[in-house]
């Protein structure tokens, strides 16, 4: 049975499982699957995610959901192939992936999420006036955890060593429509250890070959609202 995952190019949490498949050279079928026009609450959906959401993988008898779970999973599966060690190689290695994998998650991504919902989505999609002070909030955030981030960075060339990892390539979607669509740059010119790394792993050729399917641009990254009907 074929690796399938349910899901679509444009959704964040989707692309960071595919970035992952790409550079494991997984051979998978991607079930087109969209939050945007409601597909990800249907029934028959629903009986394979039971919260209605996406991503979600099956393969063979395994059904995962949850991005990280899935990253990691094919990560592990898929060692021996593709590029390497982006779970790490030695259980020190694993656990300072596993570190930043949480630090992108539960702080870096929650920020952006945010920033993305008041600056993209809510006034694109929805026509939700921008919480302004939600914004300036999310920002003053986002400084201190660049910061942090700069000073780790001077240690290695990425997050959890000297190798991409996991870790890394979480950050790809949401900073992609924060820094590239919305062209929020500021935060990198004064920080030049994330601004190269931010650099390395957008030109990876697995994210340019998600960007060449979802688009990079905001009109393409939203297109798929145009039927959208609140459920």
């Given at each position: 049975?074929?690796?399938?995952?349910?899901?679509?190019?444009?959704?964040?949490?989707?692309?960071?499982?595919?970035?992952?498949?790409?550079?494991?050279?997984?051979?998978?079928?991607?079930?087109?699957?969209?939050?945007?026009l409601?597909?990800?609450?249907?029934?028959?959906?629903?009986?394979?995610?039971?919260?209605?959401l996406?991503?979600?993988?099956?393969?063979?008898?395994?059904?995962?959901?949850?991005?990280?779970?899935?990253?990691?999973?094919?990560a592990?599966?898929?060692?021996?192939?593709?590029?390497?060690?982006?779970?790490?190689?030695?259980?020190?290695?694993?656990?300072?992936?596993?570190?930043?994998?949480?630090?992108?998650?539960?702080t870096?991504?929650?920020?952006?999420?945010?920033?993305?919902?008041?600056?993209i989505?809510?006034?694109?999609?929805?026509?939700?006036?921008?919480?302004q002070?939600?914004?300036?909030?999310?920002?003053?955030k986002?400084?201190k955890?660049?910061?942090?981030?700069?000073?780790?960075?001077?240690?290695?060339?990425?997050?959890?060593?000297?190798?991409?990892?996991?870790?890394?390539?979480?950050?790809?979607p949401?900073?992609?429509?924060y820094?590239?669509?919305?062209?929020?740059r500021?935060?990198?010119?004064?920080?030049?250890?994330?601004?190269?790394?931010?650099?390395?792993?957008?030109?990876?050729?697995?994210?340019?070959?998600?960007?060449?399917?979802?688009g990079?641009?905001?009109?393409?990254?939203?297109?798929?609202?145009?039927?959208?009907?609140?459920?």
């Amino acid at each position: 049975m074929a690796t399938k995952l349910y899901g679509t190019y444009y959704s964040s949490a989707t692309a960071r499982a595919i970035v992952v498949m790409l550079e494991k050279e997984v051979d998978f079928e991607l079930i087109s699957t969209s939050i945007l026009l409601g597909e990800h609450k249907k029934p028959e959906y629903m009986t394979l995610q039971p919260f209605g959401l996406v991503p979600l993988l099956e393969d063979e008898d395994l059904k995962l959901f949850e991005s990280g779970a899935i990253m990691r999973y094919i990560a592990d599966k898929y060692e021996a192939q593709g590029t390497p060690k982006l779970y790490g190689s030695t259980k020190a290695e694993r656990a300072l992936v596993e570190q930043w994998m949480e630090v992108e998650s539960g702080t870096f991504s929650a920020l952006m999420r945010t920033l993305v919902k008041e600056l993209i989505y809510g006034p694109g999609l929805f026509k939700i006036a921008t919480d302004q002070k939600a914004v300036e909030d999310a920002t003053e955030k986002l400084n201190k955890v660049l910061d942090v981030y700069e000073a780790q960075l001077t240690k290695h060339q990425y997050l959890a060593g000297d190798f991409v990892s996991i870790a890394d390539l979480g950050h790809l979607p949401l900073s992609n429509l924060y820094f590239n669509v919305l062209g929020k740059r500021e935060l990198l010119s004064s920080r030049p250890r994330v601004a190269a790394w931010w650099g390395a792993i957008l030109s990876r050729a697995s994210w340019k070959k998600i960007v060449s399917f979802a688009g990079a641009d905001y009109e393409s990254w939203v297109k798929a609202a145009k039927s959208f009907q609140p459920q």
